[in-house]
């Protein structure tokens, strides 16, 4: 794969793209925004006026639904509980760091506690790579030696919590840049190539797919893969490649037919829509229904939303009952792992 122009190269390299370097030093990422991108930028922002307490907060809040105001205002209330009465920054030409040639911008920083914390919307990753390098820029503009990352995943309501020193900090970003600055590195098919811009040219991807292609030929045996580990690895990574191909063709495919294009032997089908009975109603109705069986009917509510309500319906003084939260038991899912590397 060509590695492109020395302008392409160091836009990419910046520290919201460490964590996906770390896995595919040739990951691009994508200047189309999607929609979960938007949604983040939007809760960002929300969230930087809350903590700075600016008027466009509530202009920004009335793009934002319900849940997401509630999300954003629980990282606030983290950040505030976790700051003590230690001074909070959240302008950006405060959260600004330079390290190594890079620069980033945290969300709110707290120099007196050598912390800062970043907002995360969505799914949880890794974001270990971009932490360290807010927190290495951040160490040498404060000059200390050790330095805290909190994370708020805010759909989730968790708090990850990263530490770092100056060395640790330094070599976690260094391995990143050199194998992004090696010559001979090599793309990596990953749980970030949806994301990446050079997912439809990828040429790693593209040997995957035209390599597998042939497994709709009769000749194709599945128990043999079954039976070997390695083919029944190699099948399942592969598997995953063209998945993506075909989430992306589909949507191709829809916006074709849609503009009066044809894709033959497809055609567009519209379904009904699910029925309900909104909150409201329900609720005009519950008493005669009886509360039990409506919640019944509900279902289990999440530990987070639980809390949410406690602290806003609750006094002060009345301690969240901890004992009433129930464990369900952990989930088990296949993960594709890194490959080692070859000597």
Not at 15 to 38: H, I, R
Request: charged share 25%; hydrophobic share 40%.
């Amino acid at each position: 794969m060509g590695q492109g122009k020395g302008g392409d190269q160091v836009s990419a390299l910046r520290p919201s793209n460490l964590p996906k370097l770390a896995v595919c030093p040739c990951y691009e990422s994508n200047p189309v925004a999607g929609p979960a991108a938007e949604r983040g930028t939007l809760l960002d922002s929300a969230f930087r006026a809350e903590l700075l307490g600016l008027e466009e907060r509530l202009v920004i809040a009335n793009k934002l639904t319900a849940d997401e105001i509630a999300a954003v205002a629980w990282a606030v209330s983290m950040v505030r509980a976790m700051s003590g009465r230690e001074r909070v920054l959240a302008r950006e030409d405060d959260c600004r760091v330079k390290m190594l040639g890079l620069r980033g911008t945290a969300d709110a920083v707290v120099p007196a506690k050598f912390t800062h914390f970043d907002l995360k919307t969505g799914m949880r990753y890794n974001y270990r790579e971009q932490m360290a390098a807010y927190a290495l820029g951040f160490m040498e503009s404060q000059f200390v030696s050790e330095w805290t990352a909190h994370l708020l995943y805010c759909d989730q309501r968790e708090v990850e919590t990263l530490r770092f020193t100056y060395d640790e900090a330094k070599a976690v970003v260094d391995e990143v840049i050199v194998a992004f600055h090696d010559l001979n590195k090599q793309p990596c098919p990953c749980d970030y190539c949806g994301w990446c811009a050079k997912a439809e040219t990828c040429t790693a991807r593209r040997v995957i797919v035209a390599e597998t292609l042939p497994v709709a030929d009769p000749g194709f045996d599945f128990e043999a893969v079954a039976a070997d580990p390695e083919k029944l690895g190699r099948f399942l990574a592969t598997c995953a490649v063209i998945e993506d191909f075909h989430e992306r063709a589909k949507k191709l495919a829809t916006t074709r037919i849609k503009t009066g294009g044809e894709v033959p032997g497809w055609k567009l089908v519209t379904r009904k829509g699910a029925e309900f009975v909104d909150c409201e109603t329900v609720g005009r109705h519950i008493q005669r229904l009886g509360f039990g069986p409506v919640l019944a009917a509900y279902g289990n509510l999440s530990a987070a939303k639980f809390r949410d309500l406690w602290v806003g319906r609750m006094p002060g003084e009345s301690p969240f009952p901890e004992e009433a939260v129930k464990h369900a038991a952990p989930m088990v899912y296949l993960k594709q792992s890194k490959p080692k590397a070859t000597p």
